[in-house]
């Protein structure tokens, strides 16, 4: 099996889980957050929102440069909003990832600041990384600040103790 089989797979199913908590960020709340250090729960929406495109960046790219990017730090205005950038990020990952031979994920990506790298690993390796992990761990972020917000919370894995299936 092509190892973008098993990739697009994954991505799928826990895109419909992030999507599932994604839908539960009021905007009326976008501008609370648990603690002075963390973000603003619009921010953290949006965040999880924008992740995906890192799939498209891995695979479309052998490097990228923290030096010279640029990082759209528009804030959305609604749920609906956040939702349509999680929709066009996921199309353009899944496009990217259909589109990935074995070569394509065995490549090595590299990630500087300028002249500093970094990190260097195989595509494959940085897609679970820089892309999949990443999201996971916001995901999981976003369902604390849900809880403290007395939002229930969607199964992910399971049912959760706001939703029983």
Same mark, same amino acid.
């Not at 640029?70 to 205005?77: I, M």
């Not at 690993?121 to 820089?130: D, G, H, I, N």
């Given at each position: 099996?092509?190892?973008?089989?098993?990739?697009?797979? @994954?991505? +799928?199913?826990?895109?419909? *889980?992030?999507?599932?908590?994604?839908?539960?960020?009021?905007?009326? +709340?976008?501008?609370?957050?648990?603690?002075?250090?963390?973000?603003?729960?619009?921010?953290?929406?949006?965040? %999880?929102?924008?992740?995906?495109?890192?799939?498209?960046?891995?695979?479309?790219?052998?490097?990228?440069?923290?030096?010279?990017?640029?990082?759209?730090?528009?804030?959305?205005?609604?749920?609906?909003?956040?939702?349509?950038?999680?929709?066009?990020?996921?199309?353009?990952?899944?496009?990217?990832?259909?589109?990935?031979?074995?070569?394509?994920?065995?490549?090595?990506?590299?990630?500087?600041?300028? @002249?500093?790298?970094?990190?260097?690993?195989?595509?494959?390796?940085?897609?679970?990384?820089?892309?999949?992990?990443?999201?996971?761990?916001?995901?999981?972020?976003?369902?604390?600040?849900?809880?403290?917000?007395?939002?229930? %919370?969607?199964?992910?894995?399971?049912? *959760?103790?706001?939703?029983?299936?």
């Amino acid at each position: 099996m092509a190892l973008n089989t098993t990739l697009l797979g @994954e991505l +799928k199913n826990e895109a419909n *889980s992030t999507r599932k908590m994604l839908e539960r960020v009021p905007a009326d +709340k976008f501008d609370w957050h648990p603690h002075q250090k963390s973000m603003k729960l619009g921010r953290l929406a949006k965040h %999880i929102a924008e992740l995906n495109l890192w799939i498209e960046r891995i695979l479309n790219s052998d490097e990228f440069d923290f030096a010279s990017a640029s990082f759209n730090s528009n804030f959305p205005e609604s749920t609906e909003a956040v939702l349509q950038i999680f929709d066009e990020r996921i199309a353009e990952a899944t496009t990217a990832l259909e589109r990935a031979t074995d070569d394509d994920l065995n490549k090595i990506w590299t990630v500087r600041r300028g @002249e500093q790298v970094m990190f260097q690993m195989p595509k494959k390796a940085a897609l679970r990384s820089f892309a999949y992990n990443h999201i996971y761990h916001h995901r999981g972020q976003l369902s604390v600040y849900l809880r403290l917000l007395d939002i229930p %919370i969607p199964g992910m894995y399971g049912p *959760s103790a706001d939703e029983r299936w």
